[in-house]
């Protein structure tokens, strides 16, 4: 079946570091791909996604390319700031279907802090 | 505005006890979701519903039931053959491939 693998948190970073968030997946046929983010006690924000191979996904200065050869959705951001502390979730979508259905699958989460 | 609103935020519920949660949308979404968050584990479906009157066991299914009898309504009894129920409970609609989350609902057991 369909499966997301993410690096284990947590990761902590000072003010203006670059982040790399690795996030790899298994699943039949061409999925699309998320990352959401969620803030403490709430529920999940779509943070960006891609749809097909080579589609780069990006919002808020977060960016992530899907790679079809590496089954590969890595999050990336330049210069993290204090308010991008918070829990993030790569996931898939689709592929092949399921009892005509389509689910949404989940890696495990990566919480991240930014320290100032 | 349009949205998923989930209630109770937190719930606390003796052993032996059944509850529900309600989920609640004016999205006209089809398709409705329930999925589990445990620290470390990401989310995992309990079930979803791609139409009313119509439901699908998710990967943990067991010690939950769920209803379909509205478009708007895909509320979430926790039962209590569920042998550990503390965990936060989220909510979600789709359609196309957009995926809409509601806040969640904490759910103690004490």
């Given at each position: 079946g369909n499966s997301v693998t993410q690096m284990e948190g947590p990761v902590t970073l000072s003010e203006e570091a670059f982040l790399t968030i690795n996030c790899t997946y298994t699943a039949t046929g061409y999925p699309s791909l998320f990352w959401y983010v969620q803030y403490p006690g709430e529920g999940l924000q779509l943070l960006l996604k891609a749809t097909k191979a080579d589609d780069k996904g990006s919002n808020k200065g977060f960016e992530a390319t899907y790679r079809k050869e590496t089954t590969s959705f890595h999050l990336e951001k330049g210069s993290v700031q204090v308010s991008d502390s918070a829990v993030y979730f790569c996931a898939l979508s689709g592929g092949a279907r399921i009892q005509g259905a389509q689910k949404l699958v989940f890696g495990q989460g990566t919480r991240l802090t930014i320290n100032p | 505005d349009g949205g998923i609103t989930q209630s109770p935020k937190y719930l606390f519920r003796k052993e032996g006890q059944n509850v529900t949660l309600s989920c609640e949308q004016n999205?006209?979404?089809?398709a409705m979701y329930w999925y589990r968050q445990d620290p470390g584990q990401g989310l995992r479906l309990i079930y979803y519903s791609q139409i009313v009157n119509d439901f699908q066991k998710g990967d943990i299914a067991e010690g939950y039931s769920v209803s379909r009898e509205k478009k708007e309504s895909f509320p979430l009894t926790v039962t209590s053959a569920q042998k550990n129920p503390t965990a936060f409970y989220l909510c979600a609609t789709r359609t196309g491939n957009g995926y809409t989350f509601g806040s969640g609902t904490r759910l103690t057991v004490v």
């Amino acid at each position: 079946g369909n499966s997301v693998t993410q690096m284990e948190g947590p990761v902590t970073l000072s003010e203006e570091a670059f982040l790399t968030i690795n996030c790899t997946y298994t699943a039949t046929g061409y999925p699309s791909l998320f990352w959401y983010v969620q803030y403490p006690g709430e529920g999940l924000q779509l943070l960006l996604k891609a749809t097909k191979a080579d589609d780069k996904g990006s919002n808020k200065g977060f960016e992530a390319t899907y790679r079809k050869e590496t089954t590969s959705f890595h999050l990336e951001k330049g210069s993290v700031q204090v308010s991008d502390s918070a829990v993030y979730f790569c996931a898939l979508s689709g592929g092949a279907r399921i009892q005509g259905a389509q689910k949404l699958v989940f890696g495990q989460g990566t919480r991240l802090t930014i320290n100032p | 505005d349009g949205g998923i609103t989930q209630s109770p935020k937190y719930l606390f519920r003796k052993e032996g006890q059944n509850v529900t949660l309600s989920c609640e949308q004016n999205l006209n979404h089809d398709a409705m979701y329930w999925y589990r968050q445990d620290p470390g584990q990401g989310l995992r479906l309990i079930y979803y519903s791609q139409i009313v009157n119509d439901f699908q066991k998710g990967d943990i299914a067991e010690g939950y039931s769920v209803s379909r009898e509205k478009k708007e309504s895909f509320p979430l009894t926790v039962t209590s053959a569920q042998k550990n129920p503390t965990a936060f409970y989220l909510c979600a609609t789709r359609t196309g491939n957009g995926y809409t989350f509601g806040s969640g609902t904490r759910l103690t057991v004490v």
